[in-house]
């Protein structure tokens, strides 16, 4: 089953390029729904006025993603006036829709943890235990590691090391996928408007037919034709 990260980002667009993420979200998730992917939102930040966003981060899972993808990645344009400023001029606003290089987080198993005994420590060299009670645990996959002594039982100590190290690992993890996203909106920040693969019009935000007319073409090879057979 296949599994990607998508980003719909406003970039560093105005107020109306947050709406239209808003309402791209909305035909987006449709589609999700309609296809039977399954999908979670993983983070949604506002736009400065009410009902706008600044991006959505969405989680898609399933075996239709990227014939799905194939019609929704890359810059959206919606053609309107701006509800936010009456008189302005602009008519076209664009927004931009990728897919995050990111690695989901997952749980971790313990068959990815190796564990060291050694011996605990203590002040003064009072409580010091003579055994090897103490245990370092490691997440082999992130190379993530904690120390455990609070028991003179290693068995209990290996146990505290377990939990201890998912949620070190779960809070590396998610500190890397924040740096990661934080690097992807950089890299998104100026959206590029050309090639849009949708496009949408009006305040009611109805996709564009584009329909693609050879009329002009038609008629100009007719008059060279007929142009040749008089001559």
Request: hydrophobic share 35%.
């Amino acid at each position: 089953m296949n599994q990607k990260i998508i980003q719909i980002t406003a970039g560093r667009g105005p107020a109306e390029c947050c709406w239209v993420v808003a309402q791209v979200l909305k035909y987006f998730l449709d589609d999700i729904r309609y296809t039977g992917i399954t999908y979670s939102i993983m983070q949604r930040v506002k736009g400065i006025e009410n009902g706008t966003l600044q991006s959505a981060t969405i989680k898609l899972q399933g075996n239709e993603i990227n014939s799905l993808l194939n019609s929704w990645l890359g810059t959206v344009q919606w053609i309107g006036t701006s509800t936010f400023r009456k008189y302005h001029k602009r008519k076209n606003w664009f927004v931009g829709i990728y897919e995050l290089d990111l690695k989901p987080i997952e749980k971790i198993a313990e068959k990815d943890i190796v564990f060291k005994t050694m011996r605990s420590s203590g002040p003064g060299g009072q409580h010091v235990n003579k055994v090897n009670s103490a245990v370092r645990a490691t997440h082999k996959l992130t190379d993530t590691s904690v120390v455990v002594m609070d028991s003179r039982s290693q068995h209990q100590n290996r146990k505290i090391a377990v939990e201890r190290l998912k949620t070190k690992v779960v809070e590396v993890q998610l500190e890397q996928l924040k740096k990661s996203m934080v690097d992807e909106w950089e890299n998104h920040l100026n959206v590029q408007r050309g090639n849009p693969i949708r496009v949408f019009k009006g305040t009611d935000f109805k996709k564009k037919r584009e329909t693609k007319t050879f009329k002009n073409k038609r008629n100009q090879l007719k008059n060279d034709l007929y142009n040749q057979l008089k001559n």
